[in-house]
């Protein structure tokens, strides 16, 4: 049987992963987490929704239909046919997410690598020139039970330019100007420091379907992905992002219905009201 470590009065962390990886489950990252645990319930009660309607509509040869226009949103005060006329705020899209012409994705950590190997997955995206790097923090890391935190340990190395991953990049800038000074016959990176801060930064969510493995609530459930992904990459690297100028982005993947995007908003608010 697996141990646990009592993170908080609202969650455990199972064995000693509080320990090996601290600079990830940091005390200000298990506060925030603490304050969202909550919503554990709500992302349950979401899903269980999602099977159920599921279930009933190939039961019952049913369609999939639309809500009615009249209705509200729900957990909002928006009316279904109102959000289809455009008749709501939203944010306006921030400069560094206006130009997306090319994207990349993949995840910032290699499977059963080293830290100087695995770390080499941010350095090529973040020197690679495309306009934003959707760090993939989904499917990708199911190989390894820790990939998940190696894929958070990696990019707050990165974000905050720590000593070893600012030597790694170098490395790989210098590799990718030998192989293009040989296709193209020139280096394709100036100033390897500059290129770094070219990329937009966009981290990919686990979704609503999925539970941590390693974040057990005060019930014995499994803490929500979405809850521990956003939580862990936000706190760990909001205030960097925001000192160098650079949006905080979250890609939400595989939202099924208008509810699980409220219960996203929700979430992201509740986080954003937490750290002020």
Sequence with gaps: MQRET????????RGNLLEVYSDIYTPEVLDALDSLAPFNTDVKEIMAFRLKTRA???QQKK??????????IPRTRIKVQDARDGKFQGAEIPEDLQRQWIQGTGPAAKPN????????NVAYALLSGADGWMFDGEDALGQINTMSLDNQRNLKL?????????????????EMNKWSTGFFGRNIITDWKQQLQFTTKIFRARGLHLDDRH??????????ASI????LYIVNNYKQLQKEGSSIVLYVPKI???GEAALWNDMISALENYLG
Aim: aromatic residues 4%; neutral net charge; glycine residues 4%.
């Design 228 to 231: 521990v992904d956003m939580t």
């Design 6 to 13: 009592l993170a908080s009065k609202n969650m455990t962390i």
């Design 215 to 224: 974040v057990i609530d005060a019930k014995g459930k499994g803490m929500a």
């Design 63 to 72: 369609r999939i239909t639309f809500l009615e226009p009249s209705a509200y």
């Design 256 to 258: 099924q219905t208008a």
């Design 56 to 58: 009933e509509r190939q």
């Design 158 to 174: 990165a974000i905050h330019k720590d000593d070893v991953f600012m030597k790694v990049a170098e490395t790989v800038a210098q």
């Design 113 to 120: 690598a080293p830290l100087e190997s695995s770390i080499r």
